[in-house]
């Protein structure tokens, strides 16, 4: 027989306007939205999970420490999206 897959439950912030691209409804941008995911699953299906585009220009960080697409996420890690920033 199979197993259920197990999911975890994350916290998800977006930064840089990416709330307004995200399909989310009810977002907060003071304290984020709460996400279950399977467990196991990486920084690059949370990106596709809240609707956003493969393409954009994104930098994402686990629990403060910026991250790549493929890094593995735990229960309980608040993930940070945003877009890189430049000037001068």
């Known amino acids: ?10 916290r998800v912030k977006l ?4 709330d307004r691209q995200a399909k989310i409804s009810h977002y907060d941008p003071d304290s984020g939205i709460d996400l ?11 990106f596709k999970a809240i ?6 220009s994104t930098v994402g960080f686990i629990n403060g ?3 790549g697409p493929g890094e593995k996420l735990k ?4 993930v940070y999206f945003m877009r890189p920033v430049s000037g001068g």
Do not use: P, W
Not at 75 to 78: H, L
């Open 1 to 10: 027989m199979f197993k259920a897959r197990e999911n975890i439950t994350i």
């Open 15 to 18: 930064y840089s306007g990416l």
């Open 36 to 46: 279950k995911i399977a467990k196991g699953a990486r920084l690059k299906k949370v």
């Open 51 to 56: 609707g956003l585009s493969a393409h954009e």
């Open 65 to 67: 420490k910026k991250a």
């Open 75 to 78: 229960d309980g890690d608040v």
